[in-house]
């Protein structure tokens, strides 16, 4: 299957950046090639620097790129730190990162990412380690309703993991139509009539698998330390729980004086370390959204650093 993805808030995640000619940009999660595309069409001889852990992304990428020279490393968007000094990089003037799942990961059943076919348990974004079906087959009950609970907010995740773990007694769970089956079963029919009941469990066990929340923990930390002053970072989330982590951490950084308010002078001596590019989050347009109904959920943020 060809890869596609359609980059949601395509211009202005790019223009946030303030693209410098010259400078050292990273695209943390290049899927497609559709930012990191527009990035090189402004950078002129600087370095553009393309991660994704999905091979079949690093291949599509380096097809729509060939007129330019990013370097690809088929890494998770964590390791950036590492491989920027295996790189002899030591900085960074501005870097983005889509969070979303790709269309091509959602939309090749054989993936195992969608709820809407019948495809074997995967969710792999590297294609590598732990499965969908290792979660879903080898968890304790307590520690699946806890992740179906935690990374999906599902508030029937006790009876979700409940019917699982009656469920693979019989045999194992091995396609996503069987597990869709089986979540539809465990919550109440009220629910089953008005939404399809998959999503939140879908979304948590592929959290799980990928380790994606502390990731974006680890490489907001970690990116922010290699931008260069007046770098930027844009982030583009599509869920409650990524957005809470960016926005906590934004918000970490743009706060100043932690002092209680009566204190004559400030003894904490804490300043701000960036200024927010965009004071609220920017989302999609009419347009936009006519185009890609898979851009509704999407916001954007946008940091400088002092």
């Known amino acids: 299957m060809e890869f596609s993805h359609k980059s949601v808030l395509l211009m202005p995640a790019v223009d946030g950046l303030a693209v410098k000619e010259g400078g050292i940009y990273a695209d943390c999660t290049t899927g497609g090639g559709g930012h990191s595309l527009e990035i090189a069409k402004r950078l002129g001889n600087g370095k553009l620097v393309c991660f994704d852990r999905d091979p079949e992304a690093i291949e599509a990428a380096k097809k729509r790129l060939a007129d330019y020279s990013p370097i690809f490393v088929e890494r998770n968007f964590s390791e950036i730190a590492d491989a920027f000094r295996e790189l002899g990089l030591d900085r960074l003037d501005g870097a983005i990162m889509d969070l979303g799942v790709s269309s091509h990961q959602l939309d090749d059943p054989e993936r195992g990412f969608s709820f809407h076919s019948d495809a074997p348990l995967d969710m792999r974004m590297s294609g590598e380690g732990m499965s969908a079906r290792d979660v879903v087959n080898e968890y304790p009950e307590d520690k699946l309703s806890q992740i179906l609970f935690d990374y999906g907010e599902e508030k029937f995740a006790r009876g979700i993991a409940r019917g699982i773990v009656q469920a693979r007694l019989t045999a194992p769970i091995e396609t996503t139509g069987e597990l869709a089956e089986i979540i539809k079963r465990n919550v109440p029919l009220k629910v089953r009539k008005e939404k399809n009941p998959c999503r939140k469990t879908f979304q948590a066990i592929r959290i799980e698998v990928n380790g994606e929340l502390e990731a974006l923990t680890k490489a907001l930390d970690d990116i922010f330390e290699l931008l260069s002053p007046g770098g930027r970072l844009s982030v583009i989330t599509f ?41 609220k989050p920017i989302t999609a347009d009419e347009d936009e959204l006519a185009e890609n109904p898979r851009s509704r959920s999407a916001k954007l943020r946008i940091i400088e650093k002092l």
């Not at 002078?265 to 701000?272: A, L």
């Open 239 to 279: 869920h409650s729980l990524e957005d809470r982590i960016v926005k906590q951490k934004f918000r970490s950084l743009l706060e100043g004086c932690t002092c209680p308010k009566d204190f004559p002078v400030c003894v904490c001596g804490k300043k701000p370390r960036a200024l927010a590019v965009t004071r």
